[in-house]
């Protein structure tokens, strides 16, 4: 790989933040800025890269355990890595709430160990069907709005300004 070094490490449960994630990718891609792209699970002993992307859906108000405990784990090898992260949601698409705050909420949580150079708050999708019990039953009572919201003018919006800010600091 020449160029920055970039990893897109993605949290999900439903595969929604990895398309947001894919969508990213390709983006930076057109920029001519190569990527990794890999599930949180799945970064074991993490390489070294110029930039960090990472990406995770909210639940019940928080990022997923893996994308915490990702910024927990790797907080050290991240103090001179530049860092971006993103979260989606769809508390902010029922008609007439577009409230991001408390997915930026979300993100704020992890300053205890990070803190982020760029961060954004997208619109996600809610599909009823599939779902493990327990978020069937956490989604019964809650009754979220069923759709598929990304805003992929936004997504792309920051992509590119993501791609600037990593042309920016390239060595
Ligand atoms: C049980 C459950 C809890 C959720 N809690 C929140 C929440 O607190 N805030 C929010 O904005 N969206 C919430 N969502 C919506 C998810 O964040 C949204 O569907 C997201 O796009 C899923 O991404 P994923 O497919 O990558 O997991 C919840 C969804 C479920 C099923």
Redesign the pocket.
């Known amino acids: 790989m020449t160029g920055p070094r970039v990893l897109i490490a993605y949290a999900?449960?439903?595969?929604?933040?990895?398309k947001i994630a894919e969508e990213i990718q390709g983006v930076l891609t057109d920029k001519g800025i190569e990527s990794d792209l890999i599930n949180v699970m799945e970064t074991g002993k993490m390489g070294t890269y110029d930039a960090v992307i990472l990406g995770s859906?909210?639940?019940?108000?928080k990022m997923l355990v893996e994308a915490r405990e990702f910024c927990k784990y790797f907080r050290h090898n991240m103090t001179d890595t530049w860092l971006a992260i993103f979260v989606?949601?769809?508390?902010?698409c029922t008609p007439g709430n577009v409230d991001t705050a408390?997915?930026f909420a979300a993100i704020d949580e992890m300053h205890e160990y990070v803190r982020p150079d760029m961060k954004a708050a997208f619109s996600?999708?809610?599909n009823p069907t599939g779902?493990s019990e327990t978020?069937a039953q956490?989604?019964g009572m809650?009754r979220?709005p069923v759709g598929d919201f990304r805003d992929h003018e936004a997504i792309r919006d920051w992509a590119e300004d993501l791609a600037l800010a990593i042309f920016m600091r390239m060595p």
Not at 12 to 18: R, W
């Open positions: 999900t449960k439903y595969g929604t933040t990895k859906p909210v639940y019940m108000g989606n949601g769809i508390s902010c408390p997915l996600g999708a809610f779902l978020d956490i989604a809650v979220p």
